[in-house]
């Protein structure tokens, strides 16, 4: 079960998608990619936002994560603002909702 984060609770992920929008959880995005269909979803997880989840979160590494549309695949990408910001194929489309992805849920 998705769980919504406050406005109140709002920080900044030091994440920005190349029109320099900041990434929020929620976003709707589009993951381009060169053979196989694009992915259409949104952020379900960032670091220090969401509820940390074990899964997303393990010794020295920290992930944020896109959720297919669909609600199947969820894509983890590495989190590190200080060197690495989402790469061009992630396209910010519009907000959404500020949901995050349930600490206990499972990813397979």
């Avoid at 190349?18 to 997880?45: F, N, P």
């Avoid at 074990?54 to 020295?60: A, C, I, L, Q, T």
């Amino acid at each position: 079960m998705d769980q919504s984060v406050t406005d109140e609770d709002e920080k900044h992920s030091g994440l920005f998608y190349s029109t320099g929008e900041e990434v929020q959880l929620g976003d709707r995005v589009v993951m381009k990619r060169w053979i196989a269909k694009d992915v259409k979803g949104y952020v379900c997880y960032i670091p220090g936002i969401s509820p940390r989840h074990r899964e997303m979160e393990y010794e020295d590494v920290r992930q944020w994560a896109i959720r297919s549309e669909d609600g199947g695949a969820v894509y983890p990408i590495l989190y590190a603002p200080e060197q690495f910001q989402p790469p061009k194929k992630i396209r910010f489309i519009s907000r959404g909702p500020h949901v995050s992805m349930s600490p206990d849920q499972h990813l397979e």
